[in-house]
């Protein structure tokens, strides 16, 4: 046990030493952090976004211009007004906008008459920022017309059996004017709270789990390398006409690379909640124990790798795919919710999605311990399998 304990001080005080390690390891994840978490803030700012909406009003009436006021009056749009063609050209005065909506003439008749009316959109399909968000808002206030017009329908319908004698497509525009200015108010709101008494979140949030699982793997990929490095060199087969036991020397190793693995994580975490104000969930408990059997898993991977390799290039063109395909398929580039069902089930055969799975739950949705059992239980199996596939199949000397 003394031979295993100091195996793994030796090699935890060689990377505490190397201060390009340390740049890889923290410096490095937090710079991506930082870069991908400003990017996205506007979104995060008051759980809004601000769009520009280019506007084109051709009719003039007033259903479109109730509808215009609409838009205006819609705190996350800012309305440009503009003519057809820069609306179809989404340009105007040399700036480009993503959507573009053209209100035309007849609009307010066809509302008024019960006929079909129709609002003309354009949208640049190379845009996924504002577009879906200005598309969602139009679509809602052109549902939200539908129904008042309707109603305001079946009031001229009843008003015509009280007085028959009145001037029906009088009453109708009045009441389809009188229903298009009802858009400017919205008496039906919803009140938005988040679950687990999490207070709101910040890009940092969302970010700094995916980001930092990501590069414990990385980190995990490069002690690997070392590891070939000192089998390719003889140093391995040295040590073992040494009076240390192959497991003391190998379980050395993967000892301080699982601490130095804690340790990352953990570093990014804190240094996120202390200067970025990053939320932590309301379970260190479960926190802890995301983090380690994240670790874990992580390491019996790193060890199964090197296991599986002959030489360092080949382990490092393995490692890199491996960690890069994981971290696309797990989670840590983009969360799991938006791609297609099957997408999410092959995810889940990698050890980010478990663990963004746990994390998230904690940090996001403010859940406790007992909600990432089953995800931490699933990486204790996943890294159990590595690890004795990866100590069976490891070899001390290199093999030509």
Known sequence: MR?????????????GKDRGAWIFLLITPLIVITVASFALGPAFEGGSIEAELLLADEDGGAVSSGLVEAFRKNENVVVVDAGRGE???????????????VIPAGFSGAVEAGGRAELEVFVDPNSNITRPFLVSVIQGTASRLSAVEVAAKVSVLEVMKVAPGADAA??????AAAAASELEDEPVQAAISNVGGVEDLNPFDTQAPG???MFMLFGVMTAAEGLLLERESGTLGRLLVAPVSRASILGGKLLAQFAIAILQITLLFTVGHFVFGMNLGNSIAGLALMIVVTAWT???FGILLASMVKTRRQLSAVGILSVLLMSALGGSWWPLDI??????????????AWALDGLNDLIL???????????????????????IIGIRMFRFRSVS
């Open 211 to 213: 980001y930092s699982v």
């Open 365 to 387: 949705r403010g859940k406790g311990l007992d909600a990432v059992l089953p995800e931490a239980g699933v990486l204790l199996a996943y890294g159990a399998v590595c690890f």
């Open 170 to 175: 009088a009453v109708a525009g009045t009441a």
């Open 298 to 300: 992580a390491t019996a």
């Open 339 to 352: 791609v297609p069902e099957f997408m999410r089930q092959l995810g889940h055969l990698t050890i980010n």
């Open 87 to 101: 609306c179809e050209a989404l340009e105007k005065d040399g700036q480009e906008y993503e959507v573009a909506l």
């Open 3 to 15: 031979n295993l304990w100091n195996v793994t001080i030796k090699d935890m005080l060689i990377v």
